[in-house]
Nanobody, 123 residues
Framework: QVQLVESGGGLVQAGDSLKLSCVAS????????MGWFRQAPGKEREFVAA????????SYADSAKGRFTISRNNVNNMGYLQINNLKPEDTSVYYC????????????????WGQGTQVTVSS
């Protein structure tokens, strides 16, 4: 089992930037992919970005290309999601998750989830 804790969310204004963090603990040797998802009120949880834990590749949802950057430091078991030029429609709870599989974007392919961090963007 991998335990995940997100941080870095908050209330920001449109145009601001945020860097979300996710610290992993437990059986971190089992992590193959770390992903970020988000869930807005009344909506389904959606994929944002994913990164191979060995650094060999990233993937992004179309809505995340250009403003979102996923990264990781597997020495410190940290994952990050940089979000630039925040928009009100980015308001969501952001979750990090890990999978034992490569190149996964479906929610059901992830095994472990954090509790989420709230990002609220005011216009």
């Amino acid at each position: 089992q991998v335990q995940l804790v997100e941080s870095g969310g908050g209330l920001v204004q449109a145009g601001d930037s945020l860097k979300l963090s996710c610290v992993a603990s437990g059986r971190t040797f089992s992590i193959v992919t770390m992903g970020w998802f988000r869930q807005a009120p009344g909506k389904e949880r959606e994929f944002v970005a994913a990164i191979r834990w060995n650094g060999l590749g990233t993937s992004y949802a179309d809505s995340a290309k250009g403003r979102f950057t996923i990264s990781r430091n597997n020495v410190n078991n940290m994952g990050y999601l940089q979000i630039n030029n925040l928009k009100p429609e980015d308001t969501s709870v952001y979750y990090c998750a890990t999978s034992k599989r490569p190149y996964v974007v479906r929610r059901d392919d992830y095994d472990n989830w954090g509790q989420g961090t709230q990002v609220t963007v005011s216009s």
